[in-house]
């Protein structure tokens, strides 16, 4: 069988999680910036392939220096540091037409020092935050304007009530029973494709946590489907600025032990919570009319 000729195909390149840590002196009570940042680069590469010409190959390295470069200045919302990156390889190397930046951010607080003299949090001591990570991610496709997805991961959360199971087809290898009180548990995994520019990312994403989280509480769970849905209709009911929210949570089952064997009840009390096999729920919530923005999602793992 004749073949025609072998052509590169697709291709990226960049440096993959450079850990930055910024700390920010200006007065005694200091701040931290911590993040992992990937850069990769898309453009005219194939002479650094098919040639190994690297007359256009930035290197890895030089991308993980200009990281640390702009960081000096400040890194702010983790989105507007991506975008200046974003822009900065985009309009000085004419090679380079678009690419990828992402950033995960962990957070840190001041450490509580339970002081009664009116200090109570130490000025350079500082404990991790929330289980959740904070991503950001700015794609330029060709070109084009950046486009900003925000998220976060490990957001893990539970509610002790206000939580049913029931409906559910039954066939004959059906044995799990009806739940009308059941706790419900998973971890957030969520990603928001942000319409317009210029936000202050950092307000746009407390703000989405909090409506993410109050969502969560608020609402009586017929399945973890519905409430993901209702998490992602408030976001978009809260956020016109953004489009479309797509969420990777795991049910994390909690199963009530049977204590009968040593003559004890258990109305809701003692459960055991199983590690694996877990639900896997996966869903995107998006308005009717939101554009297609389908390559800013590629290679973005862990949705469907
Ligand atoms: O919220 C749930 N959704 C399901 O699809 C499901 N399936 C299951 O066994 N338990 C649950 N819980």
């Given at each position: 069988m004749a073949h025609g000729s072998i052509v590169l195909g697709a291709n990226q390149y960049g440096k993959a999680e450079v850990r930055l840590v910024k700390v920010t002196r200006d007065t005694a009570r200091h701040e931290i910036e911590d993040l992992s940042i990937t850069s990769q680069l898309r453009g005219d590469f194939e002479a650094a392939h098919?040639?190994?010409?690297?007359?256009h190959v930035i290197a890895t390295d030089t991308q993980k220096n200009t990281a640390f470069a702009f960081a000096r200045d400040g890194v702010g919302a983790p989105e507007d540091l991506l975008l200046r990156l974003a822009r900065h390889f985009v309009d000085d190397f004419e090679w380079v037409t678009g690419g990828r930046w992402a950033a995960e951010k962990y957070s840190w607080a001041h450490i509580d020092m339970g002081n009664e003299d009116g200090e109570s949090t130490h000025d350079h001591a500082f404990v991790r935050g929330g289980t959740e990570i904070r991503t950001a991610t700015v794609t330029i496709d060709g070109g084009g304007a950046p486009t900003v997805i925000a998220g976060l991961k490990d957001l893990s959360v539970l509610k002790s009530t206000g939580s049913q199971f029931t409906g559910f087809p039954r066939d004959v290898y059906t044995t799990l029973q009806d739940a009308t009180d059941r706790i419900l548990a998973t971890s957030v995994t969520a990603r928001w494709r942000y319409n317009?520019?210029?936000?202050?990312y950092d307000a746009v994403y407390a703000d989405v946590r909090r409506v993410l989280l109050r969502a969560f509480a608020d609402k009586h769970s017929h399945a973890l489907q519905q409430t993901l849905f209702q998490m992602g209709k408030a976001v978009l009911e809260a956020h016109p600025e953004i489009d479309e929210i797509k969420f990777s949570m795991p049910n994390r089952h909690h199963y009530l032990v049977d204590l009968s064997p040593f003559d004890l009840d258990n109305p809701g009390e003692v459960f055991f919570a199983a590690d694996r096999p877990y639900g896997l729920i996966e869903a995107v919530v998006q308005r009717d009319d939101a554009t297609d923005a389908a390559a800013a999602w590629e290679g973005m793992a862990g949705f469907c």
């Open positions: 098919v040639e190994g010409d690297n007359a317009t520019a210029g936000l202050d």
